[in-house]
Nanobody, 120 residues
Framework: QVQLVESGGGLVQTGGSLRLSCAAS??????VGWFRQAPGKEREFVSS????????YNTASVKGRFTISRDNAKNTVYLQMNSLEPEDTAIYYC???????????????WGQGTQVTVSS
């Protein structure tokens, strides 16, 4: 089991930027990524990155705006979010697990979530 702690959420205006961080402890991270859940909606995949950092997956709505990266020395993954839109408002969850062919990540561990709110 791995423990995941997110940080970096907050309130930002449309077009603004935020950087989320997820620090892991307990074991080395393999596939890792971010999901989000907006009010009244199901949790959805956002982005993932493999162990080497060379393979990333992103859901279509964030391509060109969000960038996932990782620092294996710090066991930390980041999500740089630019050009934020009100539709990006959600609780963002860090997740860790093993590789899967569709999203690059099948989670077995979750963080507690961090709120991102984008005002119009």
């Amino acid at each position: 089991q791995v423990q995941l702690v997110e940080s970096g959420g907050g309130l930002v205006q449309t077009g603004g930027s935020l950087r989320l961080s997820c620090a892991a402890s307990g074991r080395r991270l393999y596939a890792v990524g971010w999901f989000r859940q907006a009010p009244g909606k199901e949790r959805e995949f956002v982005s993932s990155i493999g162990w080497s950092g060379g393979k990333t997956y992103n859901t279509a709505s964030v391509k060109g705006r969000f960038t996932i990266s990782r620092d294996n020395a710090k066991n930390t993954v980041y999500l740089q979010m630019n050009s934020l839109e009100p539709e990006d408002t959600a609780i963002y969850y860090c997740a860790a697990g093993v590789y899967s062919t569709n999203t690059g990540l099948r989670p077995d561990s979750w963080g507690q979530g961090t709120q991102v709110t984008v005002s119009s």
